[in-house]
């Protein structure tokens, strides 16, 4: 295994008066399949807005009521990194620790 660098853990979509959305990740190779029209496609957007893509997620049906993407990563080292942005917003914030933790501290 690697000694440095970091892979995803969780994707996790929020917002006021609704309940979290999450997609877990393993080590290796994480492979998302389905039929179409059920996300597939909105998660890689997801992913890619909260590491500095300039593109919103696309709106779709499912998405009504979030407004919060988080990213929680781990090194190699097993150090936690939960990266946040805001949809519609340039906001953006990086703590060092999981998302577990910064959803019970708040």
Not at 80 to 97: A, P
Request: charged share 25%; with cysteine; proline share 3%.
């Amino acid at each position: 295994m690697p000694k440095n660098g970091f892979y995803l853990k969780k994707l996790i979509a929020a917002g006021d008066n609704v309940q979290n959305a999450t997609i877990d990740f393993e080590l290796g190779l994480n492979v998302i399949y389905g039929p179409s029209d059920t996300g597939k496609s909105y998660i890689f957007q997801c992913i890619d807005y909260i590491l500095g893509g300039n593109k919103e997620p696309k709106n779709i049906e499912e998405s009504n009521g979030y407004c919060k993407l988080f990213l929680e990563i781990q090194s190699y080292n097993k150090d936690y990194y939960t990266i946040y942005r805001k949809l519609g917003n340039n906001e953006f914030h990086v703590w060092e620790s999981t998302f577990s933790e910064i959803e019970s501290n708040q």
